[in-house]
């Protein structure tokens, strides 16, 4: 009886297993795989920062900057408006300008351009007393990141060490002068030059432009230096009138200041206005009053006004934009004719 009733229990529970089995699912390759793991924030990809805007570039005004003029001497009219034109400039614009003056010295020219670099100045503005022994100091400026730009006269250095050059080719105004001469004394004639400071750019360059351009007929008795000094030029001068008295058909002079030493000297010697031919450099109101007075028939133009042109390819400089390595001023020449109508427009 026992055991009757065992069988039933069993078989109840075998049709029971039967049943569990046959709900479970299949088992397969591809679902017998892991399951990929759930992310968690250890195991998340790193997500980007969100992009930002790149700051903004410092733009420098005219405020900001400190500009070095180690200025090269006082020794004419054309000099004082230069050295005007930049601290007249300065004030307006708000520039910290550090001037120097080198009394016509090269020595002092350098030491005041140290001086600058170790004051970090943002940019030197150089006007060369002569166009040789720059390279030292143009290579510590530049070693320091100070550019440098040569004003008005020229240097020999190399390019590399200097970022532009702005002022007068000197060079053209010889040949301007040589075309007048020409113009002058066209059946040829005997001419005497005062030039300016020896081995400087004006100097070198009005020669060579003179010799270049005038005739064949024209002969060039002599040549000493002036230093574009009236004081030192005078008596060249009255040395000049006394060796070659009755042989002088024209003066080419360097620059207005010489001019006026040499018409004092025109003068005492006995000379009129006209008796000998004069052509000068720079376009002073002093050399404007000459042409008035008949003593020069040309006064080829060299403006001295560079500071606003110097200060805004300063701050373009600070500003990281382009600038062109020559930039020439625009000059002329004037003459007699209409030189008492201009005279009272010139600003040096």
């Not at 990929?36 to 733009?59: F, H, L």
């Not at 301007?176 to 059946?187: I, S």
Request: net charge negative; charged share 20%.
């Amino acid at each position: 009886m026992k055991s009757t009733k065992v069988l039933p229990v069993l078989v109840m529970v075998l049709i029971l297993l039967a049943t569990l089995v046959g709900c479970a699912p299949a088992v397969t390759p591809e679902s017998a795989q892991p399951a990929a793991p759930v992310a968690t924030e250890k195991s998340a990809e790193p997500v980007a920062p969100a992009a930002t805007e790149a700051p903004a570039k410092t733009v420098y005004t005219y405020a900001d900057m400190t500009l070095c003029y180690p200025q090269l001497g006082a020794e004419s009219d054309w000099r004082t408006a230069n050295t005007a034109s930049f601290k007249e400039t300065a004030a307006e614009l708000g520039v910290n300008l550090i001037f120097s003056d080198a009394q016509q010295k090269q020595e002092n020219q350098i030491s005041a351009m140290r001086a600058c670099i170790q004051q970090e100045v943002d940019v030197i503005a150089l006007p060369p007393v002569v166009e040789d022994g720059w390279d030292a100091v143009l290579q510590e400026a530049k070693d320091a990141g100070i550019p440098v730009i040569i004003v008005d006269r020229s240097v020999s250095a190399d390019k590399s060490l200097y970022v532009s050059h702005i002022g007068s080719d000197m060079v053209l105004e010889g040949r301007k002068a040589g075309e007048e001469m020409n113009k002058l004394l066209p059946n040829g004639g005997n001419v005497l030059e005062i030039s300016g400071t020896t081995g400087s750019g004006a100097a070198v360059g009005r020669a060579q432009g003179f010799r270049e351009t005038l005739n064949a007929n024209i002969t060039i008795l002599d040549s000493q230096t002036g230093n574009f000094n009236p004081t030192e030029a005078k008596p060249v001068a009255e040395a000049f009138l006394k060796k070659y008295e009755g042989q002088i058909d024209g003066f080419f002079i360097h620059n207005d200041g010489m001019a006026e030493a040499v018409v004092e000297a025109m003068k005492a010697a006995g000379l009129q206005p006209g008796d000998v031919k004069m052509i000068s450099v720079d376009g002073t109101r002093g050399g404007f009053q000459m042409m008035i007075d008949g003593w020069v028939q040309a006064d080829v133009e060299c403006n001295p006004l560079l500071g606003p042109q110097v200060m805004e390819m300063a701050l373009m400089l600070m500003n990281g934009e382009e600038i062109e390595a020559e930039v020439l001023t625009n000059e002329t020449v004037y003459y007699p004719d209409n030189a008492a109508e201009l005279l009272p427009t010139r600003k040096y």
